[in-house]
């Protein structure tokens, strides 16, 4: 047999060869497809990858929630009842006819009389400069008069008979002034007062 003919009929047993080879291979790969295809359709591959606890509690309360809602589509819806009129109270009928007393007028509170106001103030005397009596009749420890005559300094009152009393020396004008009473300013209850202070006027 010549040699052209045995490589020949080699090349073409290989060739057949590599044919049956690659129909083999096509033939697994469509098998393998199918079997892919009917085993894994079905499969959840989530269920492999493992949840947290969070993830865990979520999914169940999902299902629990789904679960409610199919319950309640399967519950017919009850007719809410007919809400009956409230008959009235006989005791609150009775208390509504009786007339309502007549409300009784407020006692009148008597009126308090207002004291009359005492001469603080006595004036005298003629020429460039006056002499001024300055009297507090209330309830004191201590009682002095402050005022621009006085320099802005506290002079000191004497009681005599139950009031205080200081005479001074002033030249005439319009003068302010305030008694101190244990301490603390006080406007003179018996005389005019601007702006919180007592007021007097020399002429």
Do not use: H
């Not at 865990?56 to 809400?83: F, G, H, M, Y």
């Not at 009297?135 to 009681?159: D, E, H, Q």
């Not at 002033?170 to 018996?190: A, Q």
């Amino acid at each position: 047999m010549p040699e052209e003919l045995q490589d020949n009929s080699k090349k073409t047993s290989k060739e057949i060869w590599l044919f049956l080879i690659f129909v083999d291979i096509v033939a697994l790969c469509v098998f393998g497809f199918f079997i892919y295809k009917s085993f894994f359709n079905d499969f959840d591959f989530a269920s492999l990858i493992p949840q947290t606890a969070a993830e865990e509690e979520l999914s169940a309360e999902t299902d629990v929630q789904e679960n409610i809602l199919v319950e309640e589509e399967k519950l017919p819806q009850e007719e809410a009842p007919s809400a009956k009129p409230e008959e009235p109270k006989p005791a609150q009928d009775e208390a509504e006819a009786k007339p309502a007393k007549p409300a009784e007028a407020p006692a009148e509170k008597p009126a308090v009389k207002a004291e009359p106001k005492k001469q603080s103030v006595f004036i005298s005397g003629t020429g460039k400069t006056r002499k001024v009596t300055f009297k507090y009749y209330g309830n004191a420890k201590k009682v002095s008069i402050i005022s621009g005559f006085t320099m802005r300094k506290p002079v000191a009152l004497k009681k005599v008979g139950g009031v205080w009393s200081t005479t001074l020396v002033i030249y005439p004008g319009e003068y302010r002034y305030m008694f101190v009473v244990d301490g603390k300013e006080t406007p003179d209850p018996n005389a005019l007062q601007d702006d919180g202070r007592s007021v007097v006027v020399i002429k």
